[in-house]
């Protein structure tokens, strides 16, 4: 990708097609929230999905039988499952998982790719946390970046000043 006449790396990329639409999302889902609540996302939900393994169908049909992404499930279906879940938050109320959500996954997000990264880096070097990056990646990055992300909550909380939330 040429970003001002300069090839940039993946991560600007990343940063511009997914972090910052779906950060813009959030905030507009903050600012809208009782709005969007009254919509039942329930229904919503289960007629994306519903349209996205019709989608599939078409696709690979007219596509003879090749893999293709869904458009349906790039997007509208993730806001619609993030939307169902708003919608019946009472589940989660008092779970460890929403005490993680409130305070942790702002640094969460701030340190995960430097988590990959640094991952990457030792994978190399071993075949066996290759081997575990490829089935469990995602969940290493989550404890690791949640360990990051509790170690940085507690400095600012002995400094008093609350830099990254």
């Known amino acids: 990708?040429?970003?001002?006449?300069?090839?940039?790396?993946?991560f600007v990329f990343n940063f511009?097609?997914?972090?910052?639409?779906?950060?813009?999302?959030?905030?507009?889902?903050?600012?809208?929230?009782c709005r969007l609540l009254k919509y039942r996302w329930l229904n919503i939900y289960f007629i994306l999905l519903v349209?996205?393994?019709?989608?599939?169908?078409?696709?690979?049909?007219?596509?003879?039988?090749?893999?293709s992404p869904s458009l349906i499930?790039?997007?509208?279906?993730?806001?619609?499952?993030?939307?169902?879940?708003?919608?019946?938050?009472?589940l989660g109320r008092g779970t460890w998982l929403e005490m993680i959500g409130a305070k942790y996954s702002g640094n969460i997000y701030y340190f995960?790719?430097?988590v990959i990264l640094l991952w990457k880096q030792l994978n190399p070097y071993s075949a066996l946390l290759s081997?575990?990056?490829?089935?469990?990646?995602?969940?290493?990055?989550?404890?690791?970046?949640?360990?990051?992300?509790w170690v940085m909550v507690k400095v600012q909380d002995k400094i008093g000043y609350h830099v990254l939330k």
């Not at 511009?16 to 929230?33: C, D, E, F, S």
């Not at 499930?73 to 009472?90: K, N």
């Not at 490829?134 to 949640?146: C, R, T």
């Open 1 to 10: 990708m040429l970003l001002f006449g300069k090839p940039e790396s993946v």
């Open 16 to 33: 511009l097609t997914r972090a910052v639409p779906y950060i813009a999302l959030g905030y507009w889902i903050h600012a809208n929230q």
């Open 51 to 67: 349209l996205m393994g019709l989608e599939q169908l078409v696709t690979l049909y007219l596509s003879n039988y090749t893999a």
């Open 73 to 90: 499930g790039l997007f509208p279906i993730e806001v619609a499952l993030f939307m169902l879940f708003l919608s019946h938050s009472e």
């Open 112 to 114: 995960h790719m430097a």
């Open 131 to 149: 081997e575990v990056y490829e089935y469990g990646g995602a969940l290493i990055v989550f404890i690791i970046s949640l360990g990051i992300a």
